[in-house]
């Protein structure tokens, strides 16, 4: 009886789910208002030393992060000591500080369950910190003495260098990373922007030339700080001014950042490698912020071969051709200073030139014909629905607008993103493409193994070999 009963309950439930799925509209033809987001007001304070601070409240989970962005980068080290800027960065926080010591350093914010964290960039210094609300003063009291009075511990200078070192030799182990980092020199050539570490370079930098570094950049003048989480205004206000009372204003003074001409013609690079798969690697010198072109420019890239599987080089090199597994392009918009427009992907050896073929013809076309409603429409939509995820969380709010300011971004820049994008129109994608890229220029850079190429790579133009023992 109790299995009859049973099998009886199980066809209610079938019959009941399959009237329910009959009555169940169409996804497809499911319509959704617009999506409204506003992005949440943060209030801009200067402390009485004259660093910038953008606040934002937040109590629904008892945590602090601060986010603080430097003037400071690899552009302004010295040539010769290529490598300096990362090492700073790391160190600044690994080699402890005047008052705690590395390793007390570790337990006490391991113990309160809080980060401290650092680094240098090509343009920026980055530091932050993370923590329970119980424990700001504590772990604010070691995010001051890092950011002032680094201690930068001889062993753990050593250390950082050897661990650099060791990151660089690997790097020609990595087809993908080699090929990334000759596309960037070979762009970026004779500018600071394109130089890398070497082992000579790295082996010249002192302690005292991280000391020095740190003492030139590292003032309050020089940062913009990004804090949200649980805590009042006054209250916080009170704990920074506390914390970076001491911390002196003093003028900072930058190098000027020689920055590459426009190449002309094209420009190939072989780098031999025995390997079953080639990596394919091209672009070439972009814009920067200041381009009124940039919102265009985005619109035009998702096209092309950012927006992943509808991206006209995705549809045709891997969808249709089945030539590779990945394929997309990057139109990063430099901040300081011009970024670089480059296209990827990885093939078998044996279709390497035919995929090269491909990107640049595709490329290519983005300068010849105009889009279609349909690829605008989605790439305009995808990329005004995507922008809320750049605010997940107050501490992304808060990072963003201390990030915006630090670059020079105007005020207004976020509130209307979403409205600039949405003026897009297929002529101006088209006008864009013909006016920033330049697939008659570009530079090629091929990590595999030439012999087993369908075609020689001659054929796309005169051929540079890049010997790895020149590049370690």
Same mark, same amino acid.
């Given at each position: 009886m109790k299995r009859i009963f049973a099998i009886f309950l199980l066809m209610l439930v079938a019959i009941a789910g399959t009237a329910g799925a009959a009555a169940s509209p169409d996804p497809r033809s499911m319509a959704f208002p617009p999506l409204k987001f506003q992005v949440p007001e943060t209030e801009r304070i200067v402390l009485k030393n004259g660093m910038i601070v953008y606040l934002l409240e937040d109590r629904e989970l008892p945590l602090v992060s601060i986010t603080a962005y430097i003037g400071a980068g690899s552009v302004y080290e010295p040539s010769s000591k290529t490598g300096l800027a990362g090492l700073t960065g790391t160190v600044i926080r690994s080699g402890g500080t005047a008052e705690t010591?590395?390793?007390?350093?570790?337990?006490?914010?391991?113990?309160?369950?809080?980060?401290?964290?650092?680094?240098?960039?090509?343009?920026?210094?980055?530091?932050?910190?993370?923590?329970?609300?119980?424990?700001?003063?504590?772990?604010? *009291?070691? %995010?001051?003495?890092?950011?002032?009075? $680094?201690?930068?511990? &001889?062993?753990?200078?050593?250390?950082?260098? =050897?661990?650099?070192?060791?990151?660089?030799?690997?790097?020609?182990?990595?087809?993908?990373?080699?090929?990334?980092?000759?596309?960037?020199?070979?762009?970026?050539?004779?500018?600071?922007?394109?130089?890398?570490?070497?082992?000579?370079?790295?082996?010249?930098?002192?302690?005292?030339?991280?000391?020095?570094?740190?003492?030139?950049?590292?003032?309050?003048?020089?940062?913009?700080?990004?804090?949200?989480?649980?805590?009042?205004?006054?209250?916080?206000?009170?704990?920074?001014? *506390?914390? %970076?009372?001491?911390?002196?204003?003093? $003028?900072?003074?930058? &190098?000027?950042?020689?920055?590459?001409?426009? =190449?002309?013609?094209?420009?190939?690079?072989?780098?031999?490698?025995?390997?079953?798969?080639?990596?394919?690697?091209?672009?070439?010198?972009?814009i920067d912020k200041n381009n009124p072109d940039i919102y265009a420019l985005r619109v035009m890239n998702f096209i092309l071969g950012g927006g992943g599987f509808e991206s006209k080089l995705m549809s045709e090199i891997r969808t249709r051709q089945g030539l590779a597994y990945n394929v997309d392009s990057d139109y990063s918009i430099g901040r300081r200073f011009p970024g670089t427009f480059t296209a990827e992907t990885e093939t078998k050896?044996?279709?390497?030139?035919?995929?090269?073929?491909?990107?640049?013809?595709?490329?290519?076309?983005?300068?010849?014909?105009p889009v279609s409603e349909g690829e605008i429409t989605q790439a305009k939509e995808s990329i005004i629905n995507s922008f809320i995820f750049g605010f997940t969380s107050s501490a992304s709010v808060a990072g963003q607008k201390?990030?915006?300011?630090?670059?020079?971004?105007?005020?207004?820049?976020?509130?209307?993103?979403?409205?600039?994008?949405?003026?897009?129109?297929?002529?101006?994608?088209?006008?864009?493409?013909k006016k920033y890229l330049r697939p008659e220029a570009m530079t090629l850079v091929v990590v595999g193994d030439e012999k087993k190429f369908d075609k020689p790579l001659s054929n796309f133009g005169e051929v540079s070999e890049i010997r790895l023992n020149e590049t370690k």
């Open positions: 010591s590395p390793e007390q350093l570790d337990d006490e914010l391991e113990f309160m369950a809080s980060s401290v964290e650092s680094s240098i960039g090509t343009d920026a210094g980055i530091a932050s910190m993370n923590c329970l609300k119980r424990n700001l003063d504590g772990t604010l *009291r070691l %995010f001051s003495q890092v950011l002032m009075h $680094p201690a930068f511990r &001889s062993d753990r200078v050593e250390l950082a260098r =050897k661990r650099l070192l060791e990151s660089l030799r690997r790097e020609n182990d990595n087809p993908k990373e080699l090929a990334d980092r000759e596309l960037i020199k070979a762009i970026y050539r004779g500018s600071p922007l394109g130089m890398h570490p070497s082992p000579e370079s790295v082996s010249l930098i002192t302690r005292e030339d991280l000391v020095e570094f740190h003492r030139k950049f590292y003032h309050p003048g020089n940062i913009i700080m990004g804090v949200a989480g649980d805590f009042t205004r006054q209250e916080m206000v009170e704990k920074l001014n *506390r914390a %970076f009372g001491a911390w002196k204003k003093e $003028p900072v003074s930058f &190098s000027q950042v020689k920055i590459p001409e426009t =190449k002309k013609k094209p420009e190939l690079y072989l780098v031999k490698k025995e390997t079953s798969q080639s990596v394919i690697r091209m672009g070439h010198l972009g050896a044996e279709s390497t030139a035919k995929t090269i073929g491909l990107m640049q013809s595709i490329i290519r076309g983005m300068t010849e014909r201390a990030m915006l300011e630090y670059y020079g971004y105007p005020r207004e820049y976020l509130d209307n993103f979403r409205k600039n994008i949405s003026r897009v129109t297929k002529d101006d994608v088209l006008r864009v493409a």
